[in-house]
T-cell receptor, first 117, second 112 residues
Framework: GAGVSQSPRYKVAKRGQDVALRCDPISGHVSLFWYQQALGQGPEFLTYFQNEAQLDKSGLPSDRFFAERPEGSVSTLKIQRTQQEDSAVYLC???????????????FGAGSRLTVL | SQQGEEDPQALSIQEGENATMNCSYKTSINNLQWYRQNSGRGLVHLILIRSNEREKHSGRLRVTLDTSKKSSSLLITASRAADTASYFCATALSGGYQKVTFGTGTKLQVIP
């Protein structure tokens, strides 16, 4: 597609509910990143995929957070048993670059704003 | 945790003035990038400078990098109201897959 597409744009969940956030990266982009952005803060790294392989998940805040990219294109970030502190904007970004083959210039989606009540 | 810290946190200037934002980071990097974020939107890549470069220009943007001080600056010349946004530096760490981590951001307001 022309850009990175994320859905839903807005999600309101009751505490304890599970949510799934989808990212559709630019076609052919190898690298995919997920970030969490709290209000007024910079994006915090969550996890990185190279094709279908999750090479780094060091930023996932707890085992309630799970991400996958089974066919190396669309990715889903799942949050189980949501808590109020999970409220944030979740940003997905993709890049053409392979690891070590050049700079990771990221193209971002518009984000999914999650509000946990 | 954030790799970079921007300074100032907020900046308000008149249209036509220059805006300078600074970024300091902690570890050795492969490259440093600057991104802009308009309210409620995703981030947009502005410019990239590699660790072996000292200065780079793109239109009204000028970026400098001092690896000995682990710092970078972004200068926007002749600012416009449309430049109002948050600006983030992002560093790609040396080695590995070049994990990109972001700073805390500078919120720029350009008053018409």
């Amino acid at each position: 597609g022309a850009g990175v597409s994320q859905s839903p744009r807005y999600k309101v969940a009751k505490r304890g509910q599970d949510v799934a956030l989808r990212c559709d990266p630019i076609s052919g982009h190898v690298s995919l990143f997920w970030y969490q952005q709290a209000l007024g803060q910079g994006p915090e790294f969550l996890t990185y995929f190279q094709n279908e392989a999750q090479l780094d998940k060091s930023g996932l805040p707890s085992d309630r957070f799970f991400a996958e990219r089974p066919e190396g294109s669309v990715s889903t970030l799942k949050i189980q048993r949501t808590q109020q502190e999970d409220s944030a904007v979740y940003l997905c970004a993709s890049s053409l670059a392979l690891a070590g083959a050049g700079a990771n210039v990221l193209t971002f989606g518009a984000g999914s704003r999650l509000t946990v009540l | 945790s954030q790799q970079g810290e921007e300074d100032p946190q907020a900046l308000s200037i008149q249209e036509g003035e220059n805006a300078t934002m600074n970024c300091s980071y902690k570890t050795s990097i492969n490259n440093l990038q600057w991104y802009r974020q308009n309210s409620g939107r995703g981030l947009v890549h502005l410019i990239l400078i590699r660790s072996n470069e000292r200065e780079k220009h793109s239109g009204r943007l000028r970026v400098t990098l001092d690896t000995s001080k682990k710092s970078s600056s972004l200068l926007i010349t002749a600012s416009r109201a449309a430049d109002t946004a948050s600006y983030f530096c992002a560093t790609a760490l040396s080695g590995g897959y070049q994990k990109v981590t972001f700073g805390t951001g500078t919120k720029l307001q350009v008053i018409p």
